[in-house]
Every structure is written in C-alpha cells, then in structure tokens.
C-alpha cells in the first residue's frame, strides 16, 4: 500500500472527509479500487426516484452504486462528450486547435482507492466500442476480470504467455461485442498484436498508473514509454492515463509521452469550500467583467467562450491596466506563445490572464484569487473545474459568473433537463449555489461556506437577479419615451454610464456598441420597442408586454381572474409555473 505522504501535495485529506463524509475517510484506508467500490455498493440505496443522466443510469444498471462522486462525472462526461464529438466531426481530433479537444485527452489525477476504475466502466458501457485498459501489474487485471464476471461484463485479457487459441477465443469475444479488453503494456510491443486490436474499433483507452512512463519514479517501466506510439498505432482518439502521483515534472512527462504535450489535467478537488460563488446579472458583460476585475483581487482568469473574445477582452482590459496587467490566452496560439503567457501569470502577483477553457492543461498556479466567467461554459461540470483553478492554496477566492438575457435565451433553447440547460437553472437557483452544484453533482449536503445567495438571505436582503444597465436604461426610456432613436440613445446612455462609473474606472470606458447591446437585449426581450409609423425609429417602453405582465402579476396578487381570456392565459401561466418548480423539487430530492 502507497504511502499517504506521498499522495499528491496539495491534495487535503481533511478537506476531503470534510466535503465527502467520514465514510470517505475509512474509504481512503482502503486498499484499493475494489474496497472502494464494495464499500458503495454495499451502502443502502435511497428511494429517491430521479431521472438520471446516461453515466448515473448505466453505472446503477451494472454496478449498483448509488451515485458517482463528482470528480467521476467530471472524468465520464469528459469521455462521453469527446466520443459525441467525434461521432459529429471524425476530424474533431485533428484539430490540435480546437479548445474542446483536450478533454477528450485527459490525465486524472486521483488518489489511491478513489474508485477510478467507475471512471472508465462506466462510459464502457455506453461507448459503442471496447474500452481498452493498461494495467502494470498482472495481479490487477485478473483482480478486475474477476469483478466484470461477477457483474456480467464481456471481458478479455491480453497477456504474455497466451497460447494462439487463446488469443482467437479472445478476438472472437471482441467481434461479439466485448466491452472492456485488459492488457498489459508488455504484451504489445510485438506489432502483430497492435495491428490487429487497431481493426476492433476500440473507443477509449484507459491508462492505469500512468506515472510508470516516468523514469525518475521508483515505478518506471520501460513499456510505458511506447504507449504513446502504441496509442497513435492503434488509432484510438479518446485516452484517459489515472495517476496518483502529482509532481510537475512527472505529470509533464506523462503528458509528453501519452499526448504529445497536449492533454487536460482533471483533479478529484471538484467542490472546495474557499471559493465564494456568485452571479453578477449585467447586460454588457464586458464591461461588468472589467469592474470585476477593477474591484477583485488579483491575479484573476476571465474565461470567455471564444478565441476572439480573449482577445477582445484583453484589449478592454489593457485601456485600463495597461500593456503589461494583461495577457490572453487560447490553444490558437503558438506552443512558445501560450509557453511565454503561461510563464508570464505563474510568476504575476497581479495580472489578469483572458483565456478560453483550453488554459489549465498542466498549470497548477497556487495563488489565483480570482475566477470571472464572461461567458458560461457548456456544462456546469466545466464551469465547476474552471472556477476550481482558484484558490489552489486554500485561500479564499471568489468566482463570479456574469449572465445577461442572451444567455438566459441561449440555455432557454436547450432541450428541456439536458445538461446544457442546467447553466441557467444554477443561475436563476433561489437557495444556495453550492448545494445547487452539489446536488447535480453527486447529491452530497454541505453547509455552504460563501455563495451571493446565502449572503443575502444572512443580510435579509431579496436577490432580485436584475442587471444594473438594462434596469437603467429601461428606467432612462420610460422618462424619454419616443425622443430617441436608437443609436442617439446608445450614445446618451454610454455618456450616463461613463458619468456614473469614473470613480470605478477613473477613465471613460463606456462605448456605444456596449449601450447598444443593452438595448437590443431589451428590445429582444419584449420591454422596450422601436416605433414605426408617427414615431418611426423612437424608442419606447413595450406597451403591450408591460401591460400583460402588470394585469397578470396583479391577478397572481388578487388571485382572481375574471376575464375568461385572461384565466386561460393566467392558467398557461401558472402550469409552466408549477412544472418549473417541480422539476426544481424533483433536482433538490434527487441523491444519486
Ligand atoms: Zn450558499
């Protein structure tokens, strides 16, 4: 048994049986995966029905666990999105540019007995084809063979010694629809092997103890260094290497041999009580995310969606903190570029890096303060992770997301309970952010160290989730109704804004292409109109909406409608009301 010194550094055992209860603690005694997992499935199952996700669902079906722990959703759904994205574009890997790709390319981070093996069964199950897994040790493979046949899992083991009927019996049960094929580095150097697995379709390789590539461990083993080239010969796209070892260099070489320098590092710390979340509701986010940035302490990350929006954010950054504050960064950069900029925030005590998902690869900078979300990621996983890339040193940080109605209509758009909604549920959550993340994640209860809306509830103050600007301006209207025109009243309002933000700022930052998506986020959410006829081109209030909302608010108050029109409305109402509260009761039930 490892050591638990020697478990990776910044990794708190305290914190862990904190967050994860003190069965996780006896759970870290254990000697292995297997004890791990005994242990889970053995706990009694809640009652509780929920709708699961595909991973949740499969991993109950064939393990019986009750729930996976965050960082092992975090792993699966890194595997089954890269899988997806494969499935749409099969040149999606290609692309070493794209920012999504290195999810696909992960190095998990775990200590021993966190139940890794979860994070690679699982996605087996639903991946379309066999899941191969290198193990080190003989001892291992069969411990894990020995598992799937108790669980009814196809299997096969390729190791040295095997006689040729063996091995056909082997090929046979793959092109049967094996599910999971276990090896060991060893028995494929010979090219035969490899050249034939490359034609049974295989769909993800999982790497176990990926720390054996590096020479300088106790633990080197010299086969490891070919599964690089045995990862490329074999044409699979989706890897994942488990390690319980963190130091830099050991990492990096892991990296360099699996992935060429290209991966993703995904750490088990997904929840960690010294980060404060909050939404900030503004309708220019930029200009929002570079008060955050005036007014937080630094360094800071701004995550943005794009690689242009890096760089623009960078610029409005750089008016205001100058040349060398600033620095941007995304995986269209050069290697020696994102090198310099790397090296340029992990020495900064001030500097606020602009960056796409694709920062974080091997980074592990101890002292950002500072998470700001210009745009929400995809997922609530990711953002999890993102803002996780704080506060690595225990100290207490900050994440702020900012949200305007754009984003409320792009998650809107998303199917209905798919994770791509779930961004806007954790914004328009009335309890507690953290227990929001922890409930979709992995159903643990926490006390919430630090989030906008326990603060707020502590202050007895209403969070009312309304943007400064767009209020501001749709107040500023309702006083002016039909003077301006649109682009007269971007630039009145830009004036205001700078006006009443010098303080903060100390110089005029405000533009009309800012005030300008104000208003169009107003017009588009029905609350302001531009006029046609008489008043051609004036903005005004939208009449129409306001009086709806107001006759509709006042029978909520009256609870009593009596117009048949107007019941029928109200009622439609109401039913996507109760369903939206509904599926907000079944979320905050559901323990996995
Ligand atoms: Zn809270």
């Not at 602009?354 to 592990?364: F, V």
């Not at 549920?425 to 922890?438: A, G, H, S, T």
């Not at 933000?501 to 930052?509: A, I, R, S």
Request: charged share 30%; hydrophobic share 40%; glycine share 6%.
């Amino acid at each position: 048994m490892e050591n638990k010194n020697s478990r990776y550094a910044d990794f708190s055992e305290i914190r862990y049986a904190e967050e994860f209860g003190s069965d996780f603690q006896t759970v870290l005694d254990a000697e292995n995966d297997a004890e791990f997992e005994r242990r889970v499935l053995m706990s009694e199952a809640d009652e509780i029905e929920t709708e699961d996700d595909d991973a949740t669902a499969a991993a109950k079906k064939a393990f019986g666990v009750r729930f996976l722990f965050p960082w092992q959703r975090l792993v699966v759904s890194n595997i089954l999105d890269a899988s997806k994205n494969i499935e749409a574009d099969s040149s999606f890997f290609d692309n070493l540019d794209d920012d999504e790709f290195c999810r696909g390319r992960q190095i998990v981070l775990l200590p021993t007995g966190a139940g890794k093996s979860m994070c690679f069964l699982v996605p087996s199950l639903i991946l379309k084809g066999p899941t191969l897994v290198f193990y080190p040790l003989l001892a291992l493979m069969a411990d894990q063979k020995r598992r799937m046949d108790e669980g009814g899992i196809s299997c096969v083991v390729f190791k040295g010694g095997q006689s040729f009927e063996e091995r056909e019996e082997n090929f046979r049960k793959i092109s049967e629809g094996a599910k999971v094929i276990l090896a060991n580095p060893e028995v494929l150097q010979g090219g035969a092997l490899v050249e034939r697995l490359s034609k049974c379709g295989i769909a993800h390789i999982a790497i176990d103890e990926a720390h054996c590539v590096s020479e300088w461990g106790d633990s080197f083993r010299p086969a490891y260094l070919s599964l690089g080239e045995i990862i490329r010969k074999l044409n699979v796209k989706i890897v994942t290497a488990f390690t319980a070892t963190a130091s830099p260099p050991v990492l990096n070489r892991v990296g360099e041999i699996l992935f060429g320098g290209h991966y993703h590092l995904l750490k088990s710390d997904s929840d960690r009580a010294n980060i404060h979340y909050s939404v900030l509701h503004a309708y220019a986010k930029e200009k929002a995310a570079l008060e955050c940035a005036v007014r937080m302490r630094k360094p800071m990350i701004i995550f943005c969606a794009t690689r242009p929006r890096t760089e623009n954010m960078a610029r409005i950054l750089v008016e205001v903190f100058g040349v060398e504050k600033v620095r941007f960064y995304h995986a269209g950069m050069t290697k020696e570029e994102k090198l310099a900029v790397e090296k340029w925030f992990f020495d900064s005590d001030d500097g606020i890096l602009t960056a796409t998902c694709a920062y974080g690869m091997g980074m592990d900078k101890g002292n950002i303060y500072s998470v700001v979300h210009l745009d929400a990621p995809s997922h609530l996983e990711n953002f999890i992770q993102e803002a996780g890339r704080a506060g690595r040193k225990g100290d207490d940080v900050r994440s702020v997301l900012i949200w305007n109605h754009a984003d409320m209509n792009r998650y809107e758009k998303a199917p209905p309970e798919s994770r791509e909604r779930v961004m806007g549920d954790f914004v328009l959550e009335k309890n507690c952010r953290r227990q929001f993340m922890l409930d979709y994640l992995g159903g643990e209860k926490t006390v919430c160290s630090g989030c906008d809306l326990c603060d707020a509830r502590k202050d007895g103050r209403n969070v009312e989730g309304k943007a400064w600007d767009a209020e501001f301006a749709h107040r500023f209207v309702k006083r002016n109704r039909r003077v301006l025109d649109r682009s007269a009243l971007s630039s009145e309002l830009s004036e205001l804004f700078n006006e009443m933000k010098l303080g903060v700022f100390g110089m005029n930052v405000w533009e009309d292409s800012d005030t300008a998506s104000v208003l169009s986020q107003l017009v588009s959410e029905r609350r302001v109109k531009i006029c046609s006829g008489l008043w051609r081109g004036k903005v005004d209030i939208d009449e129409k909406n306001a009086i709806g909302r107001k006759i509709l608010s006042a029978a909520f108050v009256e609870g009593r409608i009596r117009n048949p029109l107007l019941r029928f409305f109200h009622l439609l109402h109401s039913i996507r009301r109760v369903s939206r509260r509904l599926q907000e009761a079944v979320r905050n039930a559901s323990v996995f």
